[in-house]
């Protein structure tokens, strides 16, 4: 239990790309006592055409696993000269030069490629730690996967809560954790905000702050309309449906932890403190004022549009020809139907392969 108002605040690469916005990030935390604990992903592109460090590491690796000498060494100079370039700026006393004989070390060894991927935010998590004076926490240390390769919920959330509390304040890499074999794992692309959000769990936060580089969720597309209006609250589920159709500012999997615990997550823009951003909750006692929250879309879907004589009569048919569909593991985005008829609607990737096949059951079975 605690009485102070207390934050966990998430910075993706965008937000850590290069000294000025690095500089930034460390500003917001100090602004606020609250922000106790701090999660980082990796350093990402700082202009268009500019390199992700994850990228870069996921490089490395295959040049390590191919015996690519030549590209190992000249990808791996790039990515110490990504955090030279923010050490020199931030914390010119501070050296990472130990870290990275390790981390060079590993992938010679190959250590796998989820431990490469993973450096970048164990790097970066070093030097943000540094630059705070916050205590740096290893993930490997706290946040686990099963044999099976799935996150282990309960076990992580028990040892996070201890090591976290114990501490009152620290700095998180995100994106990885540890199998029970200690090997590193690491969850899909951009998962930190998977941390952040696990992180915010373990403390009980009363806020899970998601700093990235736009003000929250657009009403539309802007690509399509001109100057929509931010979202300023939206729930988890409209989020979960507003995800699913593309409209991508956090990881999916990030609303699961915090939901459970009911903490909001704030997604604010580190270029623009002061915008209001969105915030994501369940019961929100604020109301947008507006009937609809927003709106998305996506391409590419394929419509099988099934007739047949007094198919109203025959009880059991859409269930028949949706059986075929599900034996080629083919899942179904809407059916629309008529009297007589209906329309399968399905995504034409998952179906262009067999759809000839598919047609040809359809004719035989229905
Ligand atoms: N650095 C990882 C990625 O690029 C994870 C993250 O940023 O959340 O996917």
Sequence with gaps: MHNELLKVAKFGGSSLSDPRRFGEAISIIKAQEERRFVVV???????????????????????????????????FDRIKERFSLLQDALCPDFSLDEDFETICAGLKR???????????????????????????????????FKDDGAFDSEHTNGALHSVLTSLGRA?????????????????????????????????????????????????ADPTIVKNPK???????SELRELSYMGASVLHEEAIFPVKEANIPIHILNT??????????????????GYPITGIAGKKDFMSIYVYKKHMSNEVGFIRKALSILEKYHISIEH??????????????????ESLYEILAHFKDEL
């Design 110 to 144: 190959r250590m796998g490629k989820d431990y490469a991927a993973s450096r970048g935010e164990y790097l970066c998590g070093k030097l943000m730690a540094k630059c705070l004076g916050y205590p740096f926490v290893d993930p490997a240390d706290c946040v686990f």
């Design 271 to 288: 270029n623009r403190p002061q915008d209001a951003g969105t915030i994501i909750q369940e019961h929100s006692k604020v109301k947008s």
């Design 41 to 75: 992903s990796a350093p990402g592109k700082r202009f268009s055409g500019d390199e992700k460090v994850t990228d870069l590491l996921y490089a490395c690796y295959d040049a390590a696993q191919n015996g690519n000498q030549e590209a190992f060494h000249r990808i």
């Design 230 to 236: 931010g979202i300023t609250h939206i729930t988890y």
């Design 171 to 219: 700095v998180i890499p995100g994106f990885y954790g540890s199998m029970p074999n200690d090997t590193i794992r690491t969850f899909s692309r951009g998962g930190s905000d998977i941390t952040g959000s696990i992180v915010a769990r373990a403390v009980d936060a009363d806020l899970y702050e998601n700093w990235t580089d736009v003000s929250g969720f657009l009403m």
């Design 335 to 352: 059916i629309p139907s008529g009297i007589d008829s209906f329309n399968i609607v399905v995504e034409k990737k998952e179906i262009e």
